[in-house]
């Protein structure tokens, strides 16, 4: 069974950094492509980052290119989101899941329960 456990978000100032961490349970995520996804309030999920199930290619949100950075453990059996240079429309619910066929598709029902990300002054 998938199990994704999000962790790190927190309320952070504009230009500051977090890392995410999602630690999956009930499959190996070095055989998987994984995403990030996020929500902001009032507004529809939206893809963030992928990362291919070699863990050789990442693909990224336009909005977030150059400042995060998706990465993964496979020891940890946990994927990563390095947010650097954050803004204050980064903020948002942040959420790891298997990735889909597209580059920027996600199967939803995978999702954790996410972690929330507050940028603000």
């Known amino acids: 069974q998938v199990h994704l456990v999000e962790s790190g978000g927190g309320s952070v100032e504009p230009g500051g950094s977090l890392r995410l961490s999602c630690t999956a349970s009930?499959?190996?995520?070095?055989?998987?492509?994984m995403s990030w996804v996020r929500q902001a309030p009032g507004k529809e999920l939206e893809w963030v980052a992928r990362l291919s199930a070699s863990g050789i290619s990442a693909y990224y949100a336009d909005s977030v290119r150059g400042r995060f950075t998706i990465s993964r453990d496979n020891a940890k059996n946990t994927l990563y989101l390095q947010l650097n240079s954050l803004k204050t429309e980064d903020t948002a619910m942040y959420y790891c899941a298997q990735a889909g066929r597209a580059y920027n598709e996600f199967e939803n029902d995978s999702r954790g329960q996410g972690t929330q990300v507050t940028v603000s002054s």
């Open positions: 009930g499959f190996m995520i070095s055989r998987y492509a």
